[in-house]
């Protein structure tokens, strides 16, 4: 075989690779969506559909980049929370979900970058089994990270005061109540990516990862304290509520 018919095979089985990442993380995505109710992960698990159907326009490599710039996003929101969730000790179910999305987009991350390279080179065989081992491999490694998180220190309970939810970017319930003091709130994420809860008059701030529980004290005195999600776009769409510390 010629090298430049090998480059050109390599180079597909490099997009092989790549799209069936894109169509497992849109799998997990949808199913996400569906189980959390979450409005994020419909609309990106929808973005990769669309990457999918760009990679039979004009030879695909519209679609190579909108999956690779997907790919990128979510790795990088999902493994810093899968890796957070472990170490605080979470559950297996807090754990998988991030590790999962952040092993297959890493893997397809991978993909995107042998496909943009062989374009234009040659390679020796087998690159692309390589590959497709090492995504099943991270995906397997991150599913036994999660569960050997089981058998870890479990994070401490909450040690009382206020609690709420993050859900459907909102916060819940958006207005709280607390005496004059150390206040401690304990906040929980059930959207798919992270939230923050934070009160900037006050310099407290706590990000909490898809799926956890996380705990933060602070000193307030008397008055009315605004605080919001700080990702992004978040606190634009309505995530803030409203502290009173009598």
Partial sequence: MRVADRSADLA???RRVLRRAAIVDAVILAVAAVTLTDVEAAAIAAAFVVGLL???VRG?????????LLFADVAAWMLPGAISNITHG?????????AALSAVSLGGLVATIGSL???????GPGEARFVAGATVFML????????????????????????????????????????????TVSVRNSDLFWHTFTIRDLNANVSVP???TRELTFEAQPGTYEFICAIPGHTQTGMKGT???R
């Fill in 54 to 56: 760009l990679l039979r």
């Fill in 90 to 98: 979470e559950g297996f179910g807090a754990t998988a979900l991030p």
């Fill in 117 to 123: 390279v062989r374009r234009r080179s040659a390679a």
């Fill in 12 to 14: 597909q089985a490099w």
């Fill in 210 to 212: 898809v799926q956890a």
């Fill in 60 to 68: 695909g490599w519209f679609g190579v980049i909108a999956l690779g």
């Fill in 243 to 245: 502290l009173t510390v």
């Fill in 140 to 183: 397997v490694a991150a599913l036994v990270g999660g569960a050997v998180a089981q058998v870890g220190t479990e994070e401490a309970a909450p040690s009382g005061g206020l609690a709420m939810d993050m859900k459907d970017v909102k916060f819940i319930p958006d207005e709280l109540e607390a005496q004059a003091g150390s206040v």
